[in-house]
């Protein structure tokens, strides 16, 4: 079976500009995450969707936000972005309620 | 703010030798998880403990859940080249939904 898949896996923006984050989850899974991980530090939460509905949303501002679709995938938008938004982004998927948590390799954002 | 301090930030040992890495909050966690993360890919999960006083071991891999659910740690025996990499711990809340992730531990095993 397929793992967690995100693209792209590399993506470089320029200030003020808009992106747009894909994650597949494992199939049979109905929980989707998103993580962002700055270099050098721990990954940290931005939102959970299961079911298609919002569960939990990280200190983020709203610049950030994101959506499930029927098919349990994901995106997650990114509006005005700054140079600090560069990071890796996380996508991980889980059976249910965010139980057991499997990563996706990441989306390397750079934004100059 | 929940917040996991993990010590050392970075550890750089010897093939052979062993270690520990410590995960350490002020808030008490329902879970707390260990993952291993390499450059360029997504944290894989080693194991998840629950109750406190909990004691998993995976092959050389020994984890501890504190007590008090505030701390854990992560005891590696005879390290190999293979463990190189970034630890991290994770708390959960009661649903699993978020997780907060420690500052991470880089390991470095040299032959």
């Known amino acids: 079976d397929a793992g967690v898949t995100q693209s792209p896996t590399h993506l470089i923006k320029t200030r003020g500009q808009h992106v747009t984050l894909r994650c597949s989850p494992i199939s049979g899974h109905k929980s989707v995450s998103w993580y962002q991980q700055v270099l050098g530090q721990g990954p940290q939460f931005i939102f959970q969707y299961y079911e298609k509905e919002e569960r939990g949303r990280g200190n983020f501002p709203d610049r950030f936000s994101a959506r499930q679709f029927p098919n349990y995938s994901s995106e997650l938008n990114v509006n005005a972005l700054l140079l600090g938004d560069s990071a890796l982004y996380l996508c991980?998927?889980?059976?249910?309620?965010?139980?057991?948590?499997?990563f996706g390799s990441g989306t390397r954002l750079t934004v100059v | 703010t929940q917040l996991l301090e993990q010590s050392p930030q970075f550890l750089s040992i010897q093939e052979g030798e062993n270690l520990t890495v410590y995960c350490n909050s002020s808030?008490?966690?329902?879970?707390l998880q260990w993952y291993r993360q390499e450059p360029g890919e997504g944290p894989v999960l080693l194991v998840t403990?629950?109750?406190?006083?909990e004691v998993k071991k995976l092959k050389r891999l020994t984890f501890q859940f504190g007590d008090a659910r505030k701390d854990s740690s992560l005891h590696i025996t005879a390290a190999q080249t293979g463990d190189t990499g970034l630890y991290l711990c994770a708390g959960g809340d009661t649903g699993f939904q978020k997780l907060v992730f420690g500052t991470g531990t880089r390991l470095l095993v040299s032959p």
């Open positions: 808030s008490v966690f329902s879970s």
């Open positions: 403990v629950v109750t406190g006083g």
């Open positions: 991980a998927s889980s059976p249910r309620d965010g139980y057991g948590y499997t």
